[in-house]
């Protein structure tokens, strides 16, 4: 039987560019204070390129070597409190090539699912350096639906209704959305939680990297597409609780997943 709520901790952190080992040490301060802190969460989420940030010109000596110094920490973790992971996204090594991977964790610490940004952010001259992935992120976390992206995943409206016709109710979404664009994080975030009719859970750095600025305001949105928790500027915590019957309440008050033509479009 799905779980029919989850608590949730989006661990809004600043991160050191090109410093993993204080990237490390952070995100583990960080974890232990969202496990001891309470309520005790279902569901840990952090943000996107939490070991290295956008260190992208040494992000080949950086970036973790399959993942493994990554999945050392969040597998233990993840097992030793019982409790369940989106594990931001890494810089990861994989022969000499670098993507930007989130890592899916359950209770038991087994890794359940993994996903490699897909849309490479030009403007921060990703693709100059980075990897695309080849496919889209889904993940059951206590038995309940789940999509991942990353960041600029949101802008294209495509992959989170693809998620949705797959069964997600929630789409988890790491990030490093710089300033000054706050209008576009929150209404892209609220335009997907509404057309969808699911959870939208995204996490975003704060603190500034160079002439980049992050803003915080990592948010949870309902599927009605209002925001029932949100950060501010700094470096915190972000609890909130999400009643996964409200999907299915709010796809029965407006039936979009009856109503849509998709011969038409
Ligand atoms: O789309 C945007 O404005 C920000 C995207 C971004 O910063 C990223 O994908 O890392």
Request: aromatic share 8%; net charge negative.
């Amino acid at each position: 039987m799905p779980q029919h709520s989850l608590n949730l901790a989006l661990l809004q952190m600043d991160i050191a560019i090109g410093e993993p080992e204080a990237n490390f040490n952070k995100l583990e301060n960080m974890l232990e204070e969202a496990v001891t802190g309470s309520p005790k969460p279902d569901v840990i989420v952090f943000p996107e390129m939490w070991n290295t940030g956008y260190a992208l010109e040494r992000i080949q000596q950086l970036a973790d070597e399959n993942g493994e110094r990554t999945d050392a920490l969040l597998s233990a973790f993840s097992r030793k409190h019982g409790v369940n992971i989106v594990g931001g996204s890494i810089a990861e090594k994989k022969e000499d090539q670098i993507f930007n991977t989130i890592y899916v964790y359950d209770r038991e610490g087994n890794k359940v699912a993994d996903y490699s940004k897909i849309h490479l952010f030009r403007l921060m001259d990703e693709e100059k350096y980075l990897v695309s992935g080849d496919k889209i992120g889904s993940a059951h976390i206590d038995e309940v639906a789940a999509g991942v992206m990353i960041c600029y995943d949101i802008r294209f409206p495509e992959l989170a209704r693809k998620l949705a016709l797959g069964g997600a109710k929630v789409l988890f979404v790491p990030a490093e959305w710089p300033k000054p664009r706050l209008h576009h994080w929150r209404t892209l975030l609220t335009a997907r939680a509404i057309e969808n009719q699911m959870f939208v859970v995204a996490c975003n750095r704060v603190g500034i990297s160079g002439e980049t600025d992050f803003f915080g305001h990592s948010m949870v949105i309902d599927p009605w597409g209002e925001a029932i928790a949100e950060g501010g500027e700094n470096e915190c915590i972000i609890r909130a609780e999400i009643h996964l019957d409200d999907v299915d309440r709010v796809r029965r008050t407006i039936p979009i997943f009856e109503d849509r033509r998709p011969s038409l479009y």
